[in-house]
């Protein structure tokens, strides 16, 4: 029996005479681990399936199997190869195989292939018909040489001419009526260990070698003319042609010959494989030292908030150019990386993380620019814990590649970063995998790359290869850039991230406490409202400040250096962004004042007084441009200066002269002469550039890469309604339609909120309930309804009255009432 998905069978037994099948032991599982099933495979409850007959032809689906087959380990696969290769009832018994069989056959303990067996249960790879265990049907199509073994004799048989056959039935001593087909005989013979001893020992002891290279797979070999090769055992002239005579080996095609199942196994001695991985193989490396590894990693990680932060507060004051094809161009790339003092990668990583978590984005589609998100505003007044947390989940969850940025494509075209190419749809469960394997390691471990290679081979068997090799060693390289780890191993709050995003809940950075923020804001240093302004026009932050002083010095200053502390150099063209951002020198003198350890230095207080002295003295219109200015000596002195000859300005009153150059072109030129201008409106009132703070559209940000993420898993309540929804559709489809009468009296009404919170009390609680509805013509009738959810502002539920699941608008629900109310 191979059909999966017969909605008709019985749980376990099959109903009426019927035999089992997959989708009756579908129906038989509890309401438990359906909803265990749909929090380890989300990709089947996107969307909820109508039944259990839906869910059964999704859950066997090809695509569905596959995905769930590539999270397999070592030993999980085996035993699913194992079930795969014994319980096929093309080997002439039951379909389906015992768990005592099983172990038998891959060599370990009963505790051990439970543990394994449950899991291929609880993912619905597996099912169980009786004391048999039965791999879903599309896994034979799936594992075509499980185990390495070849196909079963039966169907090999099955495609050999009758002449062949006869041949090999003579051969073998299973003659029989000329009439029939010796297939049954065959297969049947060399199904018996003795019988199959005497055919080996008619093929010869030097027939074994030519088997025993096909013993552990691959099964298939190739022979020349293998297919015309069908003379008999008499008239063989090599150990080949025995053992085609003998039905020892089987020819596929015309050069291709193939080691039947049942052959292998008996010659295996009963073993499915050489070797049998129970156990991953351990980690090796060299010990950092606790303290070591957590003042590394939570200094990396301070970095990268700072990094981050910098990044789009540069971007936000000079944004780089969206490339027509998407992406960042190579040179913004160049400068970032420049003015983080990092490399290309690193800056690549801090901005595709920065796009990940929400906080940057295109602004416009055509001529965009790259600009912070608005979320950003609020993300860089958190704490410092929450913000590393929001970046490390975006990261761990984005399928975007930073690493992969510079390479090339198929097409020898480079992947620019923020652009196409760098997604990888494995990425999220490859990051985890990393991680997951170094939380396997003692706390201060920094494992070895061949010990890493080893275990992860172990941890996904199936997913091996070089472009699995480049995201595993991307996943390391980002997560000490992010400070995930220390000198090569797990950082105890990276640990306490991973196990934290197993559990059902906010995204982390959205929750009132994490252990991964608590141990994390223990080591990092906390914001200082100081600063050591000194003599040379620097200013020394010896750590993290708090993000209003950080801005402020930013703006006044120039970082000069960063690391343990970071220095700033004020200067005139700093001091006089500050200004021009509204700042008055009074105002940068106080704020100076109030944060410095230290006596403000007197050259500080010079600069920045002469600064705002030659600040806005003089004002820029429209003639085609004007200049005015309170102090006719000002005007005096740029009206006879040689150097502004070519503006042909010209005298118009005492304090206004005017010029025939735009207001843009006498701006910069005076700004190259030292005089400092601002703009000026119509009405006279001064426009200072620096005040509007550039984000990008909302609406604009960028949905790249979301297309590639894989379902997230449904937290409990969904899942438990999701199993209500199909059960509920799965008694409309399988009992007898047996519709009951609503109560008598009026439908019932109750206000939109109480309607809201009563269906959802019922979906929660799995209770029928009387509603009453409008129809699209505005008839009203009175439904006795078991909510299985309600979303997007419609109720999905089973309609008793009508028999039937319907999804009902929830503005056309004129109200709810208990059952019991009704009475």
């Known amino acids: 029996m191979t059909d999966d998905a017969d909605a008709d069978a019985g749980a376990g037994g099959g109903t009426g005479g019927r035999p089992p099948t997959f989708t009756g032991w579908l129906r038989g599982r509890t309401d438990a681990q359906l909803a265990a099933l749909f929090a380890l495979r989300p990709d089947l409850v996107t969307p909820v399936p109508a039944d259990i007959g839906a869910l059964a032809s999704r859950a066997t689906a090809r695509p569905a199997v596959l995905r769930v087959l590539d999270r397999l380990d070592a030993f999980g696969l085996q035993t699913l190869e194992g079930l795969v290769a014994l319980g096929d009832d093309r080997l002439g018994g039951p379909p389906g195989v015992e768990s ?39 896994l034979r199509d799936i594992l075509r040489t499980p185990a390495g073994l070849g196909p079963p004799l039966r169907p090999l048989l099955a495609e050999r001419p009758p002449e062949a056959l006869a041949s090999i039935a003579g051969a073998l001593g299973t003659a029989g009526p000329a009439d029939s087909v010796p297939t049954e005989r065959i297969a049947a013979a060399l199904a018996e260990p003795a019988r199959l001893e005497k055919a080996l020992a008619l093929a010869g002891p030097d027939a074994r070698p030519v088997l025993d290279r096909l013993l552990w797979g691959p099964p298939q070999g190739t022979v020349s003319g293998a297919a015309e090769r069908n003379g008999g055992l008499a008239a063989a002239a090599s150990p080949i042609d025995r053992l085609l005579a003998l039905g020892l080996l089987v020819p596929t095609a015309q050069d291709t010959v193939v080691l039947p199942r049942e052959v292998a196994l008996h010659l295996r001695g009963g073993e499915l494989f050489r070797e049998v991985e129970t156990e991953p193989p351990a980690l090796s490396g060299a010990r950092r030292g606790a303290e070591a590894v ?19 507060e540069r971007w936000a004051e000079d944004p780089p150019a969206v490339l027509r094809s998407g992406g960042l161009g190579a040179r913004d790339l160049r400068r970032a990386a420049r003015e983080l003092d990092t490399d290309e990668t690193g800056a690549a990583l801090f901005a595709e993380t920065a796009r990940a978590a929400g906080l940057l984005a295109a602004d416009g589609e055509v001529d965009g620019e790259w600009l912070p998100a608005p979320e950003f505003d609020l993300w860089r007044e958190a704490p410092a814990e929450y913000r590393w947390l929001r970046l490390a989940e975006a990261w761990l969850r984005s399928p975007r590649v930073a690493s992969l940025s510079g390479t090339k494509d198929s097409r020898g075209r480079s992947r620019p970063v923020l652009g196409e190419g760098l997604d990888r749809r494995s990425a999220p469960e490859v990051r985890l995998d990393v991680l997951g394997m170094l939380a396997a390691a003692p706390e201060d471990l920094a494992p070895e790359a061949d010990s890493v290679a080893a275990r992860l081979a172990w941890l996904r068997p199936r997913r091996q290869g070089p472009a699995y090799d480049e995201l595993v060693a991307s996943a390391l390289r980002e997560a000490a850039v992010l400070g995930l780890t220390g000198r090569g191993a797990l950082a105890p709050h990276a640990r306490a991230l991973v196990e934290e995003l197993d559990a059902e809940e906010a995204p982390l950075a959205e929750r009132d406490k994490t252990a991964a923020g608590e141990l994390l804001a223990r080591h990092l240093p906390e914001p200082l409202e100081t600063i050591l302004v000194q003599g040379d026009l620097t200013a020394v932050a010896p750590g993290p400040l708090v993000p209003r002083l950080a801005r402020e010095l930013a703006l006044a200053a120039d970082v000069e250096s960063t690391g343990g502390a970071t220095v700033y150099r004020f200067s005139e063209a700093s001091v006089r962004r500050a200004l021009d951002a509204g700042r008055g020198a009074d105002d940068l003198i106080a704020l100076l004042e109030q944060h410095s350890s230290t006596e403000l230095p007197q050259p500080l207080r010079y600069l920045v007084h002469d600064v705002a002295r030659r600040h806005g003295r003089l004002r820029i219109g429209t003639a085609s441009s004007y200049l005015r200015c309170d102090e006719p000596t000002v005007l005096d002195e740029l009206t006879r200066d040689r150097r502004a000859a070519g503006l042909q300005l010209f005298r118009l009153a005492p304090t206004v002269v005017a010029g025939r150059t735009t207001r843009p072109v006498l701006m910069a030129r005076l700004e190259e002469l030292g005089y400092h201008p601002v703009a000026e409106a119509a009405d006279g009132t001064v426009q200072l550039t620096g005040t509007a703070t550039r984000r990008a559209d909302p609406s604009s940000t960028s949905s790249a890469g979301r297309d590639l993420e894989e379902p997230a898993a449904p937290n409990a309540e969904l899942r438990l309604a999701a199993v209500r929804a199909v059960r509920a559709g ?52 009175s439904r006795i309804v078991e909510p299985a959810r309600v979303e997007g ?31």
Request: charge should be neutral.
């Open 100 to 138: 005592e069989r099983l172990a038998a056959a891959l060599g370990t303990d009963s505790e051990r292939l439970g543990e394994a067996v449950s899991g291929l249960l609880a993912a619905a790879l597996v099912w169980q018909d009786g004391p048999r265990l039965r791999p879903v049907s599309v």
């Open 730 to 781: 799965d008694e409309a489809a399988t009992t007898a339609r047996r519709p009951i009468a609503a109560p008598g009296g009026a439908p019932p009404r109750s206000p939109t909120t109480a309607t809201l919170t009563a269906l959802s009390e019922a979906a929660t609680q799995g209770r029928r309930v009387w509603i009453g509805y409008l129809d699209t013509e505005g008839r009203a009738s």
């Open 294 to 312: 957590v003042r590394a990693a939570a200094g990396q990680s301070f970095t990268a908030l700072r990094s981050v932060a910098e990044l789009l």
């Open 793 to 823: 502002g419609f109720l999905t539920a089973y309609d008793a009255t009508r028999a039937a699941v319907h999804r009902f608008a929830v503005h056309r629900i004129t109200g709810v009432a208990d059952l019991d109310a009704s009475s």
